[in-house]
């Protein structure tokens, strides 16, 4: 079983930058695509950010809503990726889940191509 932890979340004003960690507990983290998803309340989960394998080409994938203003990196070495967010709007207010895929290398983008989860970690947008 793969463990996953998010943290870095927090209350940051419209137009502030966030950065989002997500830790493994498995060496295969490097072999896997990653990718990042976020649920408001009310509202069902919904895709932010992937980014495959090296072995894939390293190719990342984004939702339209933060293209351009979200990066998603991964350190294999460390076991742990990266959301860098920045110009935060108050419609990015959700919990942010990280998530590895057993199955796809590339930058997936669909939830059920995902196998394990992270727990999630607030982001607030306000001011």
């Known amino acids: 079983q793969v463990h996953l932890v998010e943290s870095g979340g927090g209350l940051v004003q419209p137009g502030g930058s966030l950065r989002l960690s997500c830790a493994a507990s498995d060496g295969t983290f490097g072999s896997s695509a990653l990718g990042w998803f976020r649920q408001a309340p009310g509202k069902k989960r919904e895709f932010v950010a992937a980014?495959?394998?090296?072995?894939?080409?390293?190719?990342?994938a984004y939702a339209d809503s933060v293209q351009g203003r979200f990066v998603v990196s991964r350190e294999n070495a460390e076991n742990t990726a990266y959301l860098l967010m920045n110009n935060l709007k108050p419609e990015d207010t959700a919990v942010y889940y990280c998530?590895?895929?057993?199955?796809?290398?590339?930058?997936?983008?669909?939830?059920?191509?995902?196998?394990?989860w992270g727990q999630g970690t607030q982001v607030t947008v306000s001011s």
């Open positions: 998530a590895i895929s057993q199955q796809y290398e590339g930058a997936v983008r669909l939830d059920w191509q995902y196998t394990y």
């Open positions: 980014i495959g394998t090296n072995w894939s080409g390293g190719m990342t």
